[in-house]
């Protein structure tokens, strides 16, 4: 009998984390710069909070690609990142 | 005869392979990698005496006095400080620049200067005591390529100018300040000189009485020693004036309770500024740094550095989408290249896509040097990748990273 791995409990991740996971669930697919934008708009302002620079999203970003839950891939312009599909 | 491989061989992280590959480590402008000396001294302190330094008498006592006191020693025998008691251990370089722009004592209605090169801890805490205290601050631009113009610096340093916070190594651009002529520059027209040499002290000889800055902010952990260590030079004479940032245990040499009121009588530098109980294995750790990196020859560690970064800049030059931020000129650099590729977005995909495919480990982003980054245009969230080299770093490395930036750029077009 197969079993599905444990979901992940939002409160689980970092806020950067759920920051970014949650700009994913509202677009289909962006682009490291993109993330970036959208993190820094009042929409996000609660959730969001980094410093200008945006270290700590992509590196929330890369964890979350670690843990399955999105995923990225490498091309013209640079990285697109979009949530993983079930 | 410097044997580098040697050298290499003192650092365990290198050891480490990553999916099966090494490790290529080009961030040693944030955080530098840990020899087996100082990791050594540290341990011992924890393993062996683990007890209170300047308090306790007994054996694990006064071993431990014994070391931390040493420790500063060596320190400043690393910075040729006039006095031991010139160096005060603080948690990093950050704190050491805002415990002189907390405290020195500054004339009402003067100037303060800093630059547009400042990485945010040599900025804000200047910019922050200007607006606790109502004087005016005065931001000396940069060129473009990290330099400074001199005749910019003659013109912003007058009379009313009380002190000057400037970055003698950027750590964007690794262009070396001409610090020598902006102290006696600053010192003609009555100025302190605040020097952060927070890049400059691990990569660099630094002699503060030769150079005559007034206070220099170190971070211990970019020189090898361990992470919650920096340390404060000052004049002894500016120390002995200051006010103190944190009061409380240590700093005192009496404290008598008479007529109803607590009456403290403090210590003078640097006890005065070390409140309450000290990071031991830190400022052993940190001693035990800065006596490696004397052992090595800070003249040849900048031979080396620049050794690697004269090849890295030729290739990067060379490359088609890749531009360079900061002078090409060798004989003013720390070790380490700031770019961009432009046909990546995000100075992150740079870093990302190193690490992920290649284990080369840069540093992406703006540095915390927001001013300089807006200051030439770029966008915080596309900022820059920045590649460091330190004394563990080779050919091999410069190698990987080459090749590394060639792969990514055929990827991303």
Known sequence: MCTAPPRLDMSDLSKNAQCVLKILEDSESLTTTEILGIAATEKYAKLCVDCAGGDAFVAAANQLVEKGLITKKFGKGGYRWQLAKD | ?413
């Open chain 2, 1 to 413: 005869m410097v044997d580098w491989t040697k050298i290499r061989s003192d650092f365990p992280a290198l050891e480490r392979t990553i999916n099966g590959r090494p490790v290529v480590y080009l961030d040693s402008a944030c955080m530098a990698l840990k020899p087996r000396q100082v990791l050594k001294a540290m341990n011992e302190y924890y393993e062996l005496y683990p007890a209170c330094g300047g308090r306790s008498i007994h054996k694990f006592g006064e071993e431990a006095s014994n070391a931390y006191t040493a420790a500063r020693g060596k320190f400043a025998k690393f910075l040729n400080a006039a006095d031991e008691a010139e160096c005060i251990w603080t948690r990093n370089a950050t704190e050491s620049l805002n415990i002189v722009a907390s405290s020195v004592k500054l004339p009402k209605d003067s100037k303060i200067i800093t630059t547009s090169l400042e990485h945010h801890s040599g900025s804000l805490p200047f910019v922050e005591r200007a607006r606790r205290d109502g004087l005016d601050i005065e931001i000396v631009k940069a060129q473009p390529d990290g330099t400074f113009d001199i005749e910019d610096w003659k013109n912003a340093l007058d009379n009313k100018t009380s002190l000057v916070s400037v970055v003698h190594s950027s750590n964007v651009t690794g262009t070396v300040a001409p610090m020598k002529e902006i102290v006696e520059l600053a010192h003609d027209r009555g100025a302190l000189v605040m020097s952060d040499d927070a890049q400059y002290a691990p990569h660099h000889p630094l002699d503060v009485q030769a150079l005559d800055v007034d206070f220099s902010a170190i971070s211990v952990h970019k020189m090898c020693g361990p992470t919650g260590m920096g340390v404060l030079y000052g004049k002894l004479e500016h120390l002995e004036s200051m006010n103190m940032a944190l009061y409380g245990g240590d700093t005192v040499s009496d404290v008598r309770f008479e007529n109803g009121k607590i009456l403290p009588e403090y210590l003078p530098p640097p006890e005065k500024f070390e409140a309450g109980l000290q990071n031991y294995a830190g400022a052993i750790g940190a001693g035990a740094a800065a006596e490696y990196l004397q052992s090595v020859g800070m003249h040849e560690i900048e031979k080396h550095e620049r050794s690697l970064l004269e090849v890295v800049l030729k290739k990067l030059l060379d490359m088609e989408h890749v531009h360079i931020l900061g002078t090409d000129d060798i004989k003013i650099k720390t070790g380490l290249v700031t770019f961009n590729v432009d046909t990546v977005s995000s100075a992150h995909d740079v870093a990302t896509f190193l690490n992920d495919e290649f284990n080369i480990m840069v540093r992406s982003g703006w540095h915390c040097v927001g001013p300089f980054h807006y200051q030439m245009g770029i966008d915080p969230k596309k900022g820059t990748a920045r590649a460091s080299f330190y004394i563990y770093n080779n050919q091999d490395d410069v190698d990987a990273f080459l090749s590394g930036m060639e792969t990514l750029i055929e990827a991303s077009k």
